[in-house]
Structure formats: structure tokens, C-alpha cells
């Protein structure tokens, strides 16, 4: 695994030297600039990934009635549900290929900041930021709790299956519980990658919402239609009945 991950740890490395070189000699800041750099390489991604959550969200109403009915029978349920998504075009795994990725970057920048190489040790003089040193933990938890806090924004803005939403919560507490021994950059990397994730996720709520507001207009256009329609062929039925008077 470290010589899987030791080419990425070298390329993250060598960012941060160059961002604290030539952008700004502060290492909490680097570490956050380097956090965007990542989300924004994942960005084609992150796109593919918004898109797939947002037509996930739409089509909540169609997978809620397949439950129901098949509530009964796990495998039939299964198996309507996979054929729900083959005909929709939808794969309710494509949300978490941006996650997949970002591991390995996780991991990689765990090991550059918990054991940060020559390369950086003799470039970076600084390793505060705020009210601690990056390369160990925050003293106060401060960092932790901001954590927790958004990881479970993040994950009460995205879940929208109430069963799922159970779990789902409790995972921010696990992660908060593993975390809090962490280095504290580790964790502004993380804090900072959730607040990207509500801002996402804020979007595609945006999105889904502005969409379903049209698809409900359409349809209410078109009852007003049908009931017009409905309204001339009564009209039409009486004025045949009074030429037969």
C-alpha cells in the first residue's frame, strides 16, 4: 500500500511546497488551498456525481412506491429496482466514484502530514495554524466537533431515504470517535472537503427542486388541457343532442 500510495504522497508534497513558497507561507491555508485543488481536479467527476444524486432525489417518489409494494418480497424488490434504474439510465453507484478516488488522496495525505518527508520539513519552518500544530492533534477537539458537525450537514442534506438516514447518521459519530487522534491537518483537510460537499449538495437540491417545480407545471398545464378538452366534447355532446330535438 505505501508504494502504491508513495507517488501521490510525492505529488501532494510537492504542492504544498510550492504553494508555500509561492502563494502563502501559512500551513493551515496551504492545506485547505491544497483541499480545493483536489476537489477541483475531481471536478468532471464531481459534476458526473451531482447529476447522479440529483435524478436520484427525483425519482425518490417512483422507488418509495416500488417499496411499498413489494415490501413483502425482498428479491422481487431487488430486482424491480434494478430494472427501475436500467430503464432510467441511472447507476446508484456513480455518486460514489468521487469517494472512491478521493481515498487514496486521503490516505496519501495522511502519511505526508503525519510524517511529513525532507522535502517539506526542510521548506515549511511553521507548522501552527490558529490555536495548534497540524502535525499533531487538536488539543481542544475543536476540529473533531467541527467534523462531526459537518459530516452529519453533509449526510442530512444527501440522504433522503428514512432507513437509510438512521445509519447513515451515525457514521459522523464513528468517524468523529476515530478522528479525534488524527493530526489536525488531516482534519482541516476533512472539514474543509465537507463544507465543499454541502455547498455541492446545497446545488443539487437547488437543481432537483427548480426541476420538479417545472416537471409539476407541465403536468398541471396539461390537466388544464384535458380538462378543456373534457369541457368541448361535453359541449359538443349537447349541442348533438339538441339538433336531434
Do not use: H
Not at 74 to 101: D, I, S
Not at 219 to 229: A, M, V
Request: net charge positive; hydrophobic share 45%.
Amino acid at each position: 500500500i505505501y508504494e502504491f500510495l508513495s507517488p501521490i504522497q510525492n505529488v501532494l508534497e510537492y504542492i504544498i511546497v510550492f504553494l508555500y513558497q509561492n502563494v502563502v507561507a501559512n500551513y493551515g491555508i496551504v492545506i485547505i488551498l491544497l483541499t480545493l485543488i483536489v476537489r477541483l481536479v475531481l471536478t468532471p467527476l464531481t459534476i458526473s456525481q451531482t447529476r447522479s444524486m440529483a435524478r436520484m432525489q427525483k425519482m425518490q417518489p417512483q422507488i418509495k412506491e416500488l417499496q411499498k409494494k413489494y415490501k413483502d418480497d425482498k428479491q422481487k424488490l431487488q430486482q424491480e429496482t434494478m430494472e427501475f434504474y436500467r430503464k432510467n439510465n441511472v447507476n446508484p453507484l456513480a455518486g460514489c466514484l468521487p469517494l472512491l478516488l478521493q481515498m487514496p488522496v486521503f490516505f496519501a495525505l495522511f502519511g505526508a502530514l503525519r510524517f511529513p518527508s525532507e522535502r517539506v520539513t526542510d521548506v515549511v519552518d511553521n507548522f501552527n495554524f490558529l490555536w495548534m500544530n497540524l502535525n499533531e492533534r487538536d488539543p481542544y477537539y475543536i476540529l473533531v466537533i467541527l467534523m462531526v458537525a459537518t459530516m452529519f450537514l453533509s449526510t442530512k442534506m444527501s440522504t433522503t431515504d428514512p432507513k437509510q438516514s438512521k445509519i447513515m447518521y451515525i457514521m459522523p459519530v464513528v468517524f468523529g470517535f476515530i478522528s479525534w487522534q488524527f493530526p489536525a491537518g488531516i482534519l482541516v483537510y476533512w472539514v474543509t472537503t465537507n463544507v465543499w460537499s454541502i455547498g455541492q449538495q446545497y446545488v443539487v437540491n437547488k437543481i432537483v427542486k427548480k426541476d420538479t417545480g417545472k416537471e409539476e407545471a407541465v403536468k398541471n398545464s396539461e390537466s388544464k388541457e384535458l380538462s378543456q378538452d373534457e369541457i368541448t366534447a361535453i359541449a359538443r355532446k349537447k349541442k348533438k343532442r339538441r339538433k336531434k330535438k
